[in-house]
């Protein structure tokens, strides 16, 4: 059974900094692209970041640019999103996301697999 399970949320104060990560397991991700998407209440779905299997690729959402970072421990089928400089307006559910093709894409519906979510809240 394919799973992605994040986790590493939690409340964080403006200015502050959270590393989420995600664990993917039942089947090889090798050669998959991996993302983060983040969704707040009453808001659409939307993009963070995302990257190659080997990380070699990463794009980010304008929002994040800078701030964020991608990082993969492929050896553990993990991805890791470093968070620094929060603002209140990071706070969301995050979820992780993979699919079999290769290159990071920015749509929902890019991505075959999804994880829960882990919840981020920064306050002002």
């Known amino acids: 059974q394919v799973q992605l399970v994040e986790s590493g949320g939690g409340l964080v104060q403006t200015g502050g900094s959270l590393r989420l990560s995600c664990a993917a397991s039942?089947?090889?991700?090798?050669?998959?692209?991996m993302g983060w998407f983040r969704q707040s209440p009453g808001k659409e779905r939307e993009f963070v970041g995302a990257?190659?299997?080997?990380?070699?690729?990463?794009v980010y959402a304008d929002s994040v640019k800078g701030r964020f970072t991608i990082s993969k421990d492929n050896a553990k089928q993990m991805m890791y999103l470093q968070m620094n400089s929060l603002k209140p307006e990071d706070t969301a559910v995050y979820y992780c996301?993979?699919?079999?093709?290769?290159?990071?894409?920015?749509?929902?519906?890019?991505?075959?697999?999804w994880g829960q979510g882990t919840q981020v809240t920064v306050s002002s």
């Open positions: 039942g089947r090889t991700f090798s050669g998959y692209a």
């Open positions: 996301a993979a699919d079999p093709f290769p290159y990071p894409r920015k749509g929902t519906s890019d991505y075959r697999y």
């Open positions: 990257a190659t299997w080997t990380g070699t690729i990463t």
